[in-house]
């Protein structure tokens, strides 16, 4: 079955205590993103990446690492986690643009809390 | 960078009713706008896409229209149903900008039935 899925699902740390989410796809999708979605400001990019050791930032990157040295995976790292992202996860992927691309296949989410 | 306002943030509409959510962006150089629907507790899915060298697009009781020159693009759904209920989201991304996405707010909308 084609997927994107996320561990871990749910997630409550304490600050500053370094976490990862991992993110992998088994789709052969060259773009994946990471999201976080919060009330009211919808989904915002952190990070995309559009092939292995190929990374970017999105909108809101302050805070985050990510690294892509496998096609299907993703992770997002926090090195040092605070309160503020608390939030709901999101990473998603898609194929090449031009090869039916565009539509994103989004994970099944990863809510963390930072207390 | 591109900015998409979305609205309204919730819509409760009676079953059978239309709905329209509509969305505005900053950045003239978006050329593809896609809607994702996000059920309650699930993950964002496309329902709709409509790129910037067609006005109009169609898929059974969803539609997409886009006005290029006033920088905005709507939803529509007829015949609503109850579940159709769920958040919507609208997205811009400039084409060939490695999947750049910038989303608008959401909007919950409540079919009542």
């Known amino acids: 079955e084609a997927q994107v899925t996320q561990n871990p699902r749910y997630l409550i740390t304490v600050t500053g205590k370094k976490l990862t989410v991992t993110c992998s796809q088994n789709?052969?999708?060259?773009?994946m993103s990471w999201y976080r979605q919060d009330p009211g400001l919808g989904l915002r990019q952190i990070y995309y990446?559009?092939?292995?050791?190929?990374?970017d930032k999105g909108d809101v990157p302050e805070g985050y690492k990510v690294s892509r040295k496998e096609k299907r995976n993703f992770p997002l790292i926090l090195e040092s986690p605070s309160p503020n992202q608390t939030s709901l996860y999101f990473c998603?992927?898609?194929?090449?643009?031009?090869?039916?691309?565009?539509?994103?296949?989004f994970g099944p989410g990863t809510r963390l809390t930072v207390t | 960078g591109e900015n998409v306002e979305q609205h309204p943030s919730t819509l409760s509409v009676q079953e059978g009713d239309s709905a329209v959510i509509k969305c505005t962006y900053s950045d003239s150089a978006s050329n593809y706008f896609p809607w994702y629907k996000q059920e309650l507790g699930k993950r964002p899915q496309l329902i709709i896409d409509i790129r910037s060298n067609v006005g109009e697009k169609k898929d059974q009781r969803i539609a997409v229209t886009l006005n290029k020159t006033a920088k905005h693009f709507s939803l529509h759904i007829t015949e609503t149903q109850p579940e159709d209920s769920a958040v919507y989201f609208c997205a811009a991304s400039i084409d060939g900008n490695f999947n750049k996405f910038y989303f608008g707010s959401g909007t919950k909308l409540n079919v009542k039935p």
């Open positions: 998603a992927s898609s194929p090449p643009q031009g090869l039916g691309g565009y539509e994103q296949y």
């Open positions: 789709m052969n999708h060259e773009y």
């Open positions: 990446s559009m092939n292995v050791e190929v990374t």
